[in-house]
């Protein structure tokens, strides 16, 4: 088992969820983040001033998969989160020890 976390735009979201719905990945957790990366985030300017804006806002997606299905999940993710632009965002790839399902109790492959 393996976990996938990737940083994306907001904007892309509902996308994102529809690609990994198609390849069978039916459960994930989406938190709001802030932060930046070799953009350093960028200036605004709101009434006549203008404010740096260091950490940009961001979606963080968390998913819990089978071994096997990770190359299918990257692929789903950055195909759809993909505008060309500064900023598209990360994918992080880590092992997953173990999954338990608070509900049944099912643990593992069985729980995700």
């Not at 509902?14 to 990945?25: F, H, K, P, Q």
């Not at 989406?30 to 740096?52: D, F, L, N, P, S």
């Amino acid at each position: 088992m393996k976990i996938v976390t990737a940083i994306i735009k907001p904007f892309k979201l509902d996308e994102v969820r529809d690609a990994l719905t198609n390849i069978g990945v039916h459960g994930l957790t989406v938190t709001e983040v802030k932060g930046y990366g070799r953009q350093k985030g960028h200036t605004e300017i709101y009434r006549g001033a203008e404010y740096a804006i260091s950490f940009l806002p961001k979606l963080k997606i968390e998913v819990a998969v089978a071994a096997n299905l990770v190359e299918k999940v990257i692929e789903a993710i950055t195909s759809t989160a993909r505008t060309g632009q500064i900023g598209d965002g990360k994918i992080f790839v880590g092992p997953l020890e173990r999954a338990i399902r608070i509900r049944t109790g099912e643990s593992d492959a069985d729980a995700l």
